[in-house]
């Protein structure tokens, strides 16, 4: 793994007065590790505490570069927006950035309308609230997923039922799906989720929400440029909704947006994400509102960062063929996807295959060992103890559960590509996870 060599100087000092903003400063700089912060008495000019940090007592200090599972990219556009933003003092929750966020985004997906928010999760909400859940009604979604796919059906108080993943994508099983109608004809919506930019069997799961009339939520919060038999992510369920969440595959810091075709719906849902405020010359409220608006610095890097998701997508397509080639020999299989579809690839994410007895934990231990970061699969929610009284269908007709096999024998690989990580960066990583079979 490349170093970084840092010289030591034990006179020089790098002083702030607040040690959290200090450790977050320095852990974003030089990427963790090799460093201590102490109290600086001896910095008598100031009155209050000063820290500073000191390399470990050695002349010359080792410092491994960190490699994420994916860090943000900014393509240099994003200051562009953002700079006219402050320019015209457009710092508000509306604004240019905004307005024209949502149109290039609804353009590219295809849909007729879409409403930016400071969430994917607020985005999951409002598609909920559109959609009327409310106390008691039943809510299918996918069991292995990010817990912000399930919250908000809580937040409307209404009931999750989980449904397992199917081996072929690792996302919402169709027959689990039509195992769960057999026990409740009547959800109120369905949530279907494509796991690491990985597109969900769509047509399937579509036909068995038509027969029975029940609209679908296209969680697509980490497939955005990803497509579905020619279709992006995002454009195919009732809502599609999106994240712009630090790690995706395109970043606003922070945000989501509500996509659709019901241009009506979509107003009354702009309206209850800025307080429910009527029009009115008074501040006039007629149902609850909610603070999720996008502020128009954000859109301003959204602006910026989808002049480079198609640069992203390749590269990080780039990313996965790397490691399959390379894995195609061990007994490491990549998350798989049908072959009319197109993953975003946004985490590269596998299995080590059954009957190895290599554990996730040990590759994942040995790469931290070398400063990188790995993640394991997302924990199915019905295993999680927050939903564990909630009803859970699996896809295997014995009750055995796929999900839980693949969070059993799945990680996430480093996804970052130039400069985050550079091609002799990422053949070593492999050489790693090799060496560890
Ligand atoms: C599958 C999934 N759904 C929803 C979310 C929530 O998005 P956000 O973090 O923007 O609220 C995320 C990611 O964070 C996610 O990975």
């Known amino acids: 793994m ?26 974003y700089m030089l990427g963790l590790c090799y460093y201590t912060v102490y109290k600086c008495d001896f910095i008598k000019k100031c009155s209050s505490p ?7 007592g050695k002349e010359e200090t080792e410092m491994k570069r960190k490699i994420y599972l994916s860090s943000p990219c900014m393509c ?22 905004v307005n024209e966020f949502e149109n290039t985004i609804k353009e590219y ?25 409310g106390s008691g ?4 979604c996918q069991s292995m997923t990010f817990s912000a796919s399930a919250n908000p059906i809580i937040y409307e108080n209404g009931i999750p039922v989980f449904i397992d993943s199917e081996p072929d994508t690792w996302n919402m099983s169709p027959n689990a799906l039509r195992k769960a109608f057999e026990k409740y004809p009547h959800p109120k919506a369905v949530i279907v989720v494509h796991l690491y930019g990985t597109p969900a069997k769509m047509d399937e799961i579509a036909e068995i929400c038509n027969e029975h009339n029940v609209p679908l939520v296209e969680d697509a ?6 497509e579905y038999k020619g279709k992006k992510l995002g454009s195919l369920g009732k809502y599609g909704i999106l994240s712009f969440n630090g790690n995706k595959i395109i970043t606003t810091s922070g945000g989501g947006m509500l996509v659709g075709n019901d241009e009506a719906m979509l107003q009354t849902v702009l309206k209850w994400i800025t307080q429910s405020r009527e029009p009115a010359r008074w501040y006039q409220h007629e149902e609850l509102g909610y603070n999720y608006r996008m502020s128009n610095i954000v859109a301003g890097i959204g602006r910026g960062q989808m002049t480079a998701l198609e640069d992203h997508v390749s590269q990080k397509t780039n990313i996965y063929n790397k490691y399959k080639e390379a894995f195609a020999d061990m007994p490491i299989t990549m998350q798989p996807h049908e072959a009319d579809t197109k ?17 996730p934990f040990t590759i994942m231990d040995r790469l931290a060992e070398e400063n990188v970061e790995t993640r394991p699969i997302w924990k199915p929610m019905h295993m999680q103890p927050f939903y564990k009284d909630c009803d859970y269908f699996a896809h295997n007709d014995d009750g055995t559960s796929i999900s839980e096999d693949i969070f059993a024998r799945g990680l996430c690989l480093p996804s970052d590509f130039y400069p985050q990580m550079k091609p002799e960066e990422h053949d070593e990583i492999i050489d790693i996870i090799k060496r560890c079979f």
């Open 2 to 27: 490349p170093t970084i060599r840092i010289k030591y100087a034990p006179g020089a000092v790098s002083a702030v007065h607040n040690a959290d903003n200090f450790l977050k400063t320095l852990d």
């Open 109 to 133: 997906i295809g849909a007729k309308g879409a409403v930016a928010m400071n969430a994917g999760t607020a985005a999951i909400h409002m598609a909920l609230r559109a959609l009327g859940v």
């Open 76 to 97: 240099g556009e994003e200051q562009k927006y953002v700079r006219e933003a402050f320019d015209t003092n457009w710092i508000a929750p509306l604004g240019k950035n």
């Open 137 to 140: 009604d039943i809510v299918f």
């Open 343 to 359: 993953p975003n690839h946004w985490l590269s994410a596998a299995t080590i295959d059954k009957g190895c007895n290599i554990s």
């Open 221 to 226: 919060a980490e497939g955005l440029g990803g």
């Open 50 to 56: 000063v820290y500073g940090f000191g390399m470990y």
